[in-house]
Nanobody, 123 residues
């Protein structure tokens, strides 16, 4: 089992920045590919970005490419999502997820999920 806890969400104006954190406990964090997903009200959960277990490879959704940056610190069992140039359409609950595969975009490929953190971008 892996337990994931997100933090860092909040309210920010258009163009602002936030950094989300996701800290893991349980099994060896460095064995898992990690991903961030988001879900806006009335919409399906969508892929945002994924990172390989070593942190050496990443894959971004087109909607966030160039604005968001994922990173991980395996010594701290934490993955980060730096979000810059935020837009109102980025408003959603953001979830981190862990899974045995690398750089997957489907939610079904991830075995463990955090509880989510709300990000609200005001116009």
């Amino acid at each position: 089992q892996v337990q994931l806890v997100e933090s860092g969400g909040g309210l920010v104006q258009t163009g602002g920045s936030l950094r989300l954190s996701c800290t893991a406990s349980g099994r060896t964090f460095s064995n898992y590919g990690m991903g961030w997903f988001r879900q806006a009200p009335g919409k399906e959960r969508e892929f945002v970005v994924a990172i390989s277990p070593s942190g050496g490879s990443t894959f971004y959704a087109d909607s966030v490419k160039g604005r968001f940056t994922i990173s991980r610190d395996n010594a701290k069992n934490t993955v980060y999502l730096q979000m810059n140039s935020l837009k109102p359409e980025d408003t959603a609950v953001y979830y981190c997820a862990a899974g045995p595969y690398f750089l997957r975009t489907r939610a079904s490929d991830y075995a463990y999920w955090g509880q989510g953190t709300q990000v609200t971008v005001s116009s």
